[in-house]
């Protein structure tokens, strides 16, 4: 492993920000947290008292009561979004899957693996979903109920569908709360929001039905884990008992990591409110000023307002994507602009972009053969552009 790599890696949403010496004694053990969070197996070494530690932080910031709650750590955030989707269609059989088109395709993996109709939900050009398209598909399928996804930070723009309207226009259109099922992805961005400002607020105090978030991206767990929270109610439509285990199957995997709860319990409870507050604010900050930045050399860029990923577009040169680990897509660039990505990192990632743009665009405009910097604008807007035709 290249370890070097991990001082430019700039486009993953990964906050590789940790230090975790405390634990090392742990991977001397072999932790399986087997079966339900909340009930004993006999599998004997196991970290269940800080899942359920994890899982009430959770619940408390999500708003729900402890006795009114079910969750368990994943393995990732597709875990989280495989069973978000998968209680939807439990609670509604004949459900249909909405999700925009932005969702992450974990989402379209679930919709595939357990053959339910999907429904794609046209974007705004900020990446949220767009809820005049979600109330003709609503209105083109009144007869069968509502299983929605709901971003809470996409995985490209890093847009934030808002709630609020999306119950909204549910309930406007015929669709009242014993007929839709919200799983709300905050895979990316579930725990950066409650610490922003102005906010919307995923709370469980609204008619949702599951939270993921993932614990590798911002809160910096050093293996891939998740939380996935719902409520009780709806638990109890999916599990059944299973003997060998002596406990209760509601979970997707069989194994799952118990290392992962001891590292999230530990971030959590040094990191505290405050910590991560702390962090989320220095994001934002960070990221407003690589934005600022780009768009004073003259490079087309976008950042959401809720947002830490700053959308720009794609280098020319696949070098350069590789050697900063930028993810891609079509003609635009993220970077998600995490606590471990500093003013100083920043800097130098601007400099040699605007370094390089000078030799790739060299003589463009003039003859027009030279290429010139991709236009963005059905990407970020117009606004946000700035090739030849939009600046
Ligand atoms: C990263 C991401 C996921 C998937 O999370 P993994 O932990 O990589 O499985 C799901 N949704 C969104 C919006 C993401 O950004």
Known sequence: ??????????????????????????????????????????????????????????????????????????????????????????????????????????VFKAARMYRMECVKVDCLTSGEIDCSDLKKQLLANKDKPAILN?????????????????????????????????????????????FVKRAPKVSFKKPIGSVSVSGHKFVGCPMPCGVQLTRMSHIKVLSSNVEYLASRDATIMGSRNGHAPIFLWYTLNKKGYKGFQKEVQKCLRNAHYLKDKLRDAGISAMLNELSSTVVFERPHDEEFVRRWQLACQGNIAHVVVMPNVTIEKLDGFLEELAEKRKLWYKGSGGDGVAPSPPCVAVDIGSENCDCGLHK
């Open 150 to 194: 709901v971003n809470i930070g996409t995985t490209v723009k890093g847009a934030v569908d808002d709630l609020d309207l999306v119950i909204k226009t549910l309930e406007e259109n015929g669709f009242p709360q014993d007929r839709f099922y919200i799983h709300c992805d905050g895979a990316l961005f579930g725990l950066m929001m409650p």
């Open 1 to 106: 492993m290249d370890f070097d790599l991990l001082r430019f890696a700039a486009g993953y949403p990964y906050n590789l920000d940790f230090d975790y010496g405390a634990l090392s004694q742990l991977q001397h053990f072999s932790i399986n947290n087997l079966g339900d969070p909340f009930i004993e197996s006999n599998y004997g070494v196991h970290s269940r008292q800080f899942e359920v530690g994890v899982l009430d932080w959770f619940a408390r910031l999500w708003e729900i009561e402890r006795d009114e709650y079910w969750g368990y750590i994943t393995n990732c955030g597709t875990e989280g979004n495989l069973h978000g989707i998968l209680m939807g269609r439990e609670v509604f059989p004949d459900g249909i899957l909405y999700a925009s088109r932005e969702s992450h395709y974990s």
